[in-house]
């Protein structure tokens, strides 16, 4: 079973940044494509970010773009998602996965994906 596992969410300022990371392990991550997905409660998770397995490609949500950047490192099968200049309506839970389509935007398009670390913007 595939497993993905994100870390470096916490609390920021607005205008601050983090960098959050995703260990993939037990499938072939070089393989798929990755995202990043947000979700706050009682709302549908949405799009943040992709990058092709190959790293030539990225896509981004028009709300980040400018802001965060994806980036991947397959020989050590991670993902990241660098986030300057955070905003409050950026706090949310945050979710790394992989699936077979790029750009996809559609979490359903997606085969895997983790657990979800939070990030909090304090205005």
């Known amino acids: 079973q595939a497993h993905l596992v994100e870390s470096g969410g916490g609390l920021v300022q607005a205008g601050g940044s983090l960098r959050l990371s995703c260990s993939a392990s037990?499938?072939?991550?070089?393989?798929?494509?990755m995202a990043w997905f947000r979700q706050a409660p009682g709302k549908e998770r949405e799009f943040v970010a992709a990058?092709?397995?190959?790293?030539?490609?990225?896509s981004y949500a028009d709300s980040v773009k400018g802001r965060f950047t994806i980036s991947r490192a397959n020989a050590e099968n991670k993902l990241y998602l660098q986030m300057n200049n955070l905003m409050p309506e950026d706090a949310d839970v945050y979710y790394c996965?992989?699936?077979?389509?790029?750009?996809?935007?559609?979490?359903?398009?997606?085969?895997?994906w983790g657990q979800g670390t939070q990030v909090t913007v304090s205005s």
């Open positions: 996965e992989a699936g077979p389509y790029f750009p996809s935007t559609v979490k359903e398009k997606y085969n895997y």
């Open positions: 037990r499938f072939a991550f070089t393989g798929y494509h």
């Open positions: 990058i092709k397995w190959g790293v030539l490609s990225t």
